[in-house]
């Protein structure tokens, strides 16, 4: 048993091994009557190059024997999985095909030009302009039994009034529509949105509790100028260029496959 362990380690006799089983399993394809699996010489070469860039020398011939085995197990595996239909099974495996899908038709897309995206600024002004926006502090409570009977008093006679904590604090400058509805909701917006400036305006009702509001001053939307916004806009003709080609792209497949 020595003897055999010994020639096990040896590095002639595992080349020789994986050689043995190399050709039998290529022997295998080619009597099955399907196409042939093969290792590509591209793909050894990058799994050498991964091997030297972290090992510092190139991998003997032992060690691409091995490479070689895994490409071929990995490529067997990839082609079992196709034929048993796991990439229509699996909704990872479909999603991360689709999305490759989606790179291949969108990826090759030439980037617009500096006139380009100023011509798609000027044909959607609409889209570039700020949103309202309001500056205002508040008080408030958890709950409306936490709420002194003389707050409303109390504020518009300019005494102090000591509310609950609000976890985004009590004073806002400038704060646009969008992020006043995500600290408390559409509700508190529509009520901020109505009441008079300089005053104190309450109670009004959130989610999170009991508002008494004091709106000193609000901002209404203005024409954002393109060197705002340039950035955003390439970004926004990429995009919808990119949709214009998946949607080309579909068409095609419509005609190609049968959809009900």
């Known amino acids: ?13 595992q080349f020789l091994v994986l050689g043995a089983a190399l050709f039998l399993l290529n022997q295998l394809i080619a009597s099955s009557g399907t196409e042939a699996v093969r290792v590509s010489q591209a793909a050894l070469d990058r799994r050498a190059a991964d091997f030297e860039e972290m090992w510092g020398s190139p991998p003997d011939s032992t060690r691409m024997a091995m490479f070689e085995a895994e490409l ?12 048993d239909g796991l990439h229509l099974s699996d909704g990872i ?3 991360r095909l689709i999305e490759l899908q989606k790179r291949r038709i969108v990826g090759s897309l030439p980037e617009p030009t500096d006139e380009e995206v100023l011509d798609h600024y000027a044909a959607n002004l609409g ?9 205002f502090r508040h008080v408030f409570f958890l709950s409306e039994a936490r709420v002194p009977e003389d707050a409303m008093a109390r504020l518009r006679e300019g005494l102090v009034l000591e509310g ?30 109505a009441a008079p400036s300089a005053t104190w305006t ?11 509001v004091f709106k000193s001053e609000e901002f209404p939307p ?39």
Do not use: C
């Open 93 to 95: 495996v479909r999603q």
């Open 222 to 260: 203005r024409q954002l100028a393109f060197a705002e916004v340039s950035d955003a806009v390439r970004q926004d003709l990429l995009y919808a260029r990119a949709e214009q080609a998946l949607n080309q792209r579909l068409d095609a497949l419509k005609s190609r496959y049968n959809v009900d």
């Open 72 to 83: 071929l197990r990995d490529s067997l595996l990839f082609r079992a999985a196709v034929d």
């Open 127 to 135: 889209r570039y302009t700020t949103e309202w926006s309001y500056s």
């Open 202 to 212: 309450g109670p009004v009702r959130s989610a999170r509790g009991i508002h008494y």
């Open 1 to 13: 048993m020595d003897i055999f362990r010994h020639l096990a380690m040896r590095p002639m006799v």
């Open 164 to 193: 609950d904590p609000f976890w985004a604090g009590h004073s806002f400058e400038a704060y646009e529509a969008s992020a006043i509805r995500g600290l408390a909701g559409a509700g508190f917006l529509e009520a901020l949105d």
